[in-house]
């Protein structure tokens, strides 16, 4: 693995950057890091560039005086993704792939850099804003983490980020999970909380976005279920102008690239070929 490091705007950023060829562009899920795509990262690399950025505040990047108090907009996230496809001197349009908050992040980019985008892959996010009770919650465990000095408040959230099967039969993926959120900082939390309660509703931008996308869902997802991922696809495919796939990927829950990671590095593979004309 190779970690690169630049400043964006003021902050320290980090991001994995391996293999080469066309580039695929990985943003992690909450309260996460880039370490949740290791089995992609590792699979990918032999075809393509993969990039994997940690999130401002999350896994080896920071964040900025007040992100914690005020928040972090999706939107910020996004301008950090292109601030670091900017430093890594990567103009060409890329296949973005996000997880969860990932996809929130990459819905921005897509929305608001579009040259920038080759292909979509949501997966298992959402378009819908919150709704009052769960904006409520977040902002309550973003006061809980940073009452705690650390990111416990957000361990209440694994019950619901893994299917019972992989559950029940593979806790080694449990482990990887519960450590990834327990290494994360109370600030990170916070400031991903506060800026997720606040993020738009995006339903009705999303045929705007004309890149070729591969909505992705785990069969078992509880958060993020697959009724609502065929319920933005609809949107996205409204555009016309692009080609909308859909994928929903068994013995998985919410966290579908650690769950059943061939199947979805698979799905993610035949996708960039497609886009790259590979
Ligand atoms: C994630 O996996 O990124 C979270 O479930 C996103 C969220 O809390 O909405």
């Keep these: 693995m190779a970690q690169r490091q630049f400043n964006v705007d003021g902050v320290r950023l980090a991001c994995e950057d391996v293999g080469a060829g066309p580039p695929i562009v990985l943003l992690h899920g909450f309260p996460l890091d880039h370490t949740m795509w290791n089995a ?5 690399q032999s075809n393509f560039r993969v990039i994997a950025p940690d999130l401002r505040g999350f896994g080896a ?17 996004a301008a950090d993704v292109i601030g670091l496809l900017d430093s890594l001197q ?7 792939a996000g997880l969860s908050m990932g996809g929130y992040v990459a819905w921005q ?3 608001r850099w579009p040259d920038r985008i080759r292909g979509l892959v949501p997966c298992d996010t959402r378009a819908v804003a919150d709704a009052d009770e769960p904006r409520a919650a977040r902002f309550k465990m973003a006061e809980a983490a940073m009452q705690a000095g650390n990111s416990s408040p957000a361990l209440a959230m694994m019950p619901k980020l893994l299917g019972a099967e992989t559950r029940e039969q593979r806790p080694e993926v449990e482990a ?13 939390v916070a400031a991903a909380q506060r800026g997720m309660a606040r993020r738009e509703d995006v339903r009705g931008k999303l045929d705007k976005i004309t890149a ?3 909505c992705i869902v785990g069969a078992e997802d509880a958060i993020s279920p697959p009724a609502e991922m ?3 696809a609809a949107l996205l495919a409204k555009s016309g102008d692009d080609d909308v796939r859909i994928t929903e990927i068994d013995h998985a829950g919410h966290m579908t690239p650690m769950e059943n990671p061939a199947a979805f ?3 993610v593979a035949a996708f960039a070929k497609k886009c790259y004309r590979l």
């Design 176 to 188: 990887l999970l519960r450590a990834m959120i327990e290494r994360q900082t109370a600030e990170a």
């Design 40 to 44: 992609q990262i590792a699979a990918l």
């Design 265 to 267: 590095t698979a799905a």
């Design 212 to 214: 070729d996308s591969l």
């Design 61 to 77: 990047s920071q964040l900025a005086e007040g992100d914690a108090e005020n928040g972090v907009g999706m939107e910020r996230y």
């Design 90 to 96: 990567i103009s060409e349009p890329v296949v973005l």
């Design 109 to 111: 980019v897509a929305l």
């Design 230 to 232: 065929h319920e933005f």
